[in-house]
């Protein structure tokens, strides 16, 4: 082959994306012609130019900068938790009520037995009811909490009350009575209180 041939397929030579054949006549070619070899050697110099080795100096600044970017994306993550768990904890969840606090009243009306709390601290009240009466037991359990008002608040117009009712007659409107086994339990942070629904009845004079 000519020089000139050669020069064109140099550059696919050392690509590797000439055949096989090309390659034998290529390589036959510059055991005798030195300007050839030459060549090829230059053009070698010029890819591994383009392609430099990654200088482990140079790049040791990016790992601190990515282990800086974790730190602070985990430290951020952490904040936003926290954050979150105390938000939750004073505007969502609160803490025990005290009984002190604590205003309740008794009424009848249309069958129905209610029970009237209302928090006079000025915070919101957020009730547990830890169980309902199914067969045995008391007829409700609550415990009673308090938190602050928020402006995502929406409980309401009175967040400071709740009620709590039972049906007083029968699905015949019959007249039922309670036991001392009908009893609702009420957990405050200073005392547990029992309150037995026959005293309701009785104070009310129903």
């Known amino acids: 082959m000519k020089c000139e041939i050669i020069k064109d397929l140099l550059p696919s030579y ?4 000439t055949s096989s054949e090309s390659n034998m006549e290529i390589e036959e070619h510059l055991k005798d012609c030195s300007q050839c070899k030459e060549c090829l050697e230059q053009m070698k110099a010029e890819v591994k130019a383009e392609n430099p080795r990654y200088d482990k100096a140079k790049i040791k600044p990016f790992k601190k900068l990515n282990r800086r970017i974790f730190y602070s994306v985990l430290i951020t ?11 939750f904890y004073f505007f969502e969840i609160g803490w025990k009520a005290d009984s002190k606090d604590m205003n309740v009243e008794y009424s009848y009306q249309n069958g129905t037995l209610t029970i009237d709390f209302e928090l006079t601290d000025g915070r919101v009240l957020t009730p547990w009811i830890i169980r309902n009466k199914k067969i045995t037991g008391p007829a409700a359990e609550i415990s009673f909490r308090e938190c602050y008002s928020s402006i995502l608040d929406d409980r309401g117009k ?4 709740f009620s709590w009712g039972i049906g007083y007659m029968d699905e015949k409107g019959n007249v039922m009575k309670f036991s001392e086994d009908d009893f609702i339990i009420l957990h405050f942070k200073d005392k547990t209180e029992t309150i037995y629904l026959q005293d309701i009845v009785k104070e009310l004079s129903i």
């Open 14 to 17: 050392i690509d590797d994306l």
């Open 77 to 87: 993550l952490g904040v936003c938790i926290l954050i979150t768990g105390v938000y």
């Open 158 to 161: 009175y967040p400071n009350q």
